[in-house]
């Protein structure tokens, strides 16, 4: 978008990856609804396209910002008019420095779990998230024991009803064959592979796509399809390697069987978890799918950066931080205008690669505006928060407050549930509609972003908003 709006600048791009994300077979679904692909290219590629890009392939060390400079990691200084970081997230690993605990964030964190996973019989699944709900899905031929922190599954995307309509895709044979990966890898030359492949949390390397499982094979050591367990309400204690775990003389369990008592475990595993259930499962290896927290270290120090809640830089309605000339954008930043109601930031555990994209591109028209001494209009995708992804192999789009996200007490829900077909949730206040939830092939995306949109009173039409019998597309054409 910069280098569009400024063809005779120098427009630099700082990254530590030897890749760069592209956006490709792009669909706007809806107004506010976009599809599309993200596939990994070397960064020649976007030099070629637009030659005042020039691309560094260091991270940053430090930034000072009354300067305006920043020095990267090969010791050199570059100074900037206008600087926009959009150095993401890291996972946030249950705990640091454990060969056995693998946090999921970049394409090489990717395949050292797939690595990992090919010589595994049972592993341990923590967190929630996207992520989380994706792999164990996508997981065949290995026990997984699924530890949440929530009642159900899913808890940050929809709601317990939804959660329900989805367990059963847990435990049925995958007919799916993997789509064909559309990303390709790319590595840098020389880099050696150690025995066991575990991607350390400080080396930050291209964050994932939304398919980013699609064309990795997900199998373990086991013939069986899916084996999941789900351990509710509870979080990690402790992590036991073997040697500690048996001069503990403690119990670990088996792999829970339906209607069967759980019976202490015979075999000898790597690694034990401990949950606060009092619950001990031996495995091979843990992920921590616990979400991310913003990756603000190399721009904090020395600099007086205003800072949200959550970590990230905040923002003002023009994507500034606090300091002259440095915007952010993406999982770095935190949003801290008053928003739209129907609009919010999703928390650290789910930053979306629509919103990042959104706010990359919204960044750049106020990097321009500001330069050229023009205004600009609040841009439009933050009217309304509508997301629109895949979990368990049904289409899945959220809306507005589709968790009724901040509106205490004074709101009710109206479903719709055909089993193994559909879902759909709509989220009313004083007879207008604030939130959706639509799984499976609904078709109620526009109708329903509309409807939220306009803030029409739709208390007349009561229970009828989602019959069945009738066409409300038709209806509010």
Known sequence: KLATEFPSEDIFLMTASPVIKAVTNFKQVSKTLEEFDVEEQPSSLLEKRYPNIKVIQFG????????????????????????????????????????????????????????????SERIVVVGNGGIALELVYEIQGCEVIWAIKDKAIGNTFFDAGAAEFLIPKLTAEKQETPIECKRTKYTIEGSEEKERPIAASDKLGSALGPDWHEGLCLKGTKEFSHKVHIEILCEVKKIHLQQEFIQLQRTSLTFPKEEKKVEPDEVLWPVYVELTNGKIYGCDFIVSATGVVPNVKPFIDGNNFAVGEDGGLKVDKHMHTSLPDIYAAGDICTASWEPSPVWHQVNQIIRLCAQQQQMGWYAAKCMAADTLGESVDMDFSFELFAHVTKFFNYKVVVLGKYNAQGLGLDHELMLRCTKGQEYVKVVMQNGRMMGAVLIGETDLEETFENLILNQMDLSAYGEDLLNPNIDIEDYFD
């Open 60 to 119: 940053v060390k430090q930034l000072k910002s009354d300067e305006h400079k920043i020095f990267t990691e090969d010791g050199k200084e570059y100074m900037y008019e206008k600087l926009c970081l959009c150095a993401g997230a890291k996972p946030k690993l249950i705990f640091e420095g454990n060969p056995y605990v693998l946090g999921i964030r970049d394409t090489d964190s990717a395949q050292a779990f797939q690595k990992n996973l090919a010589q």
